[in-house]
């Protein structure tokens, strides 16, 4: 069964830092694109960043980029999302998600983590 | 970020068809990219309803079906059930933002 596992989420003061992990299991990690999506409290989904299965490729929507960090430990079919100079904006649900597709411009995601939590606030 | 916008609800009676739609621009829809669509229950993950304009996976109904045209895409239920009820999302790819773009996001109410 294809699984994506979410640990890290909390509590920050603005400013702070956090890091965010997603484990994979049942499917071939390194083989495949992974992406970052989160949800404010009663708000649409925001695609956050996106890596491709190598590294090689990464991208990061405007209001993250220079302060999110996404990377992957393909040894540990593991994902991250490391970030700083957090806001309360930042406040929101963090999905973990699988893409699929024949080529990046059309990727989908197939398969979503259950979320973590993150709350940006003095 | 988000450069697709959709109507924020629809509603229908049970056995109804509703349509949603998603308009984007000459850089997103309209620049070759693939619509895909989500349907998002109330407390849970979204779950993949429509792949590449019109692909539904395996399980999902043959009730919910997408098209794509020029710069807009469209999702349709037929025989909209009770159990439809949830908001509904299209995602596609922006080339003049290099990055991924989610709809605005259409609940969907069964009357």
């Known amino acids: 069964e294809v699984q994506l596992l979410q640990s890290g989420g909390g509590s920050v003061q603005p400013g702070g830092s956090l890091r965010l992990a997603c484990v994979a299991s049942g499917f071939t990690f390194s083989s495949n694109a992974m992406s970052w999506v989160r949800q404010a409290p009663g708000k649409g989904l925001e695609w956050v960043s996106s890596?491709?299965?190598?590294?090689?490729?990464?991208k990061y929507a405007d209001s993250v980029r220079g302060r999110f960090t996404i990377s992957r430990d393909n040894s540990k079919n593991t994902l991250y999302l490391q970030m700083s100079s957090l806001r309360a904006e930042d406040t929101a649900l963090y999905y973990c998600?699988?893409?699929?597709?024949?080529?990046?411009?059309?990727?989908?995601?197939?398969?979503w983590g259950k979320g973590t939590t993150v709350s940006v606030s003095s | 970020q988000s450069v697709l916008t959709q109507p924020p609800s629809v509603s229908g009676a049970p056995g109804q068809r509703v349509t949603i739609s998603c308009t984007g621009s000459s850089s997103s829809i309209g620049a070759d990219n693939d619509v895909h669509w989500y349907q998002q229950l109330p407390e849970t993950p979204p779950k993949l309803l429509i792949s590449g304009n019109t692909n539904r996976p395996s399980g999902v109904p043959d009730r919910f079906s997408g098209s794509k045209s020029g710069t807009s895409a469209s999702l349709a239920i037929t025989g909209l059930q009770a159990e439809d009820e949830a908001d509904y999302y299209c995602q596609s790819f922006d080339s003049s933002l290099s990055g991924y773009v989610f709809g605005t996001g259409t609940k969907v109410t069964v009357l």
């Open positions: 890596i491709s299965g190598d590294s090689v490729d990464t």
């Open positions: 998600a699988k893409l699929r597709g024949m080529r990046a411009h059309n990727y989908y995601i197939d398969v």
